[in-house]
């Protein structure tokens, strides 16, 4: 799997996904950290995403665990995605995190980022992180159902690594341009 292979072409809702293709195409930052993209989609007017990273040596600290700016790195990736969905080039305004549990070398995170709420140029947006347990493997399609929930479900189960919430603003032209 590359990069960049959930990035659909149409969301369920009919919103145009070439913004997001292409903002994801240029991103060599994500490129860099190993993140993959299992799924962006629109439904009723809000985003969502799954992406997934695998922490390699370049992202351990000196206390053997993953360091909290390359989870948050990760985690603002996963906002990126889904707060673009909207087809307008779409920043953080405000983002806090919460740690929760430490990963290690060689541990696999995936983050589900969904879009609780958008109004205007406004939207706020949750990521949860989960390690993939020791044993498990990641399913070769992760997706959410017309509900919104995660499928496959044993994902929901697996430990939560951090918590991020991001408060977006849709710029009214492309950062490029700013």
Do not use: Y
Request: aromatic share 6%; charged share 20%; net charge negative.
């Amino acid at each position: 799997m590359t990069w960049h292979d959930g990035l659909r072409e149409e969301a369920t809702d009919g919103t145009d996904l070439a913004h997001v293709r292409e903002m994801w195409r240029t991103d060599g930052a994500s490129e860099h950290m190993g993140i993959q993209v299992h799924e962006i989609d629109r439904v009723g007017g809000l985003g969502r995403s799954i992406a997934s990273m695998t922490i390699n040596e370049t992202m351990v600290n000196g206390h053997g665990t993953t360091h909290g700016g390359l989870v948050f790195a990760f985690c603002d990736s996963v906002f990126a995605l889904t707060c673009n969905t909207s087809g307008q080039p779409t920043v953080a305004a405000h983002c806090d995190i919460d740690f929760i549990a430490p990963t290690r070398l060689g541990e696999v995170v995936v983050g589900l980022g969904q879009e609780r709420a958008a109004w205007g140029r406004n939207g706020i947006t949750d990521v949860v992180v989960r390690r993939v347990p020791e044993g498990a493997h990641l399913p070769h399609e992760v997706t959410f159902d017309e509900d919104g929930r995660v499928t496959p479900t044993e994902i929901l189960e697996w430990p939560v690594v951090a918590i991020f919430t991001g408060r977006s603003r849709a710029l009214t032209r492309s950062p490029k341009q700013a």
